[in-house]
Nanobody, 124 residues
Framework: QVQLVESGGGSVQAGGSLRLSCAAS????????MGWFRQAPGKEREFVGA????????SSADSVKGRFTISRDNVKNTVYLQMNILKPEDTAVYYC?????????????????WGQGTQVTVSS
């Protein structure tokens, strides 16, 4: 098993940046495909991005492409989400997730472990 703890959320004005981190416990971090999801009030959880076990490949949702970048450091057991040019519609609770699988899954059900989430609020 792996435990995931997100950090780095907060409040920012539109156009600003934040970097989220997700620290994983255990020595098998590099065995997991990692994903980021978000959930806004009253909406379903949606895919943001994912990254392969070694750091490649990566994928991202169309809504964040060109603005958000996902990366990982397998020595530090951490996955990151760099968020630039933030918009009010990016406001949500952001979750990281780990999957035993080998693909960059878009579906939340494909992920086996989840963090508790971190709030990101973007004001206009």
């Amino acid at each position: 098993q792996v435990q995931l703890v997100e950090s780095g959320g907060g409040s920012v004005q539109a156009g600003g940046s934040l970097r989220l981190s997700c620290a994983a416990s255990g020595r098998t971090f590099s065995m997991y495909v990692m994903g980021w999801f978000r959930q806004a009030p009253g909406k379903e959880r949606e895919f943001v991005g994912a990254i392969g076990r070694s750091g490649v490949p990566t994928s991202s949702a169309d809504s964040v492409k060109g603005r958000f970048t996902i990366s990982r450091d397998n020595v530090k057991n951490t996955v990151y989400l760099q968020m630039n040019i933030l918009k009010p519609e990016d406001t949500a609770v952001y979750y990281c997730a780990a999957s035993y699988g080998t693909s960059l899954y878009l579906e939340a059900i494909k992920y086996d472990f989840w963090g508790q989430g971190t709030q990101v609020t973007v004001s206009s």
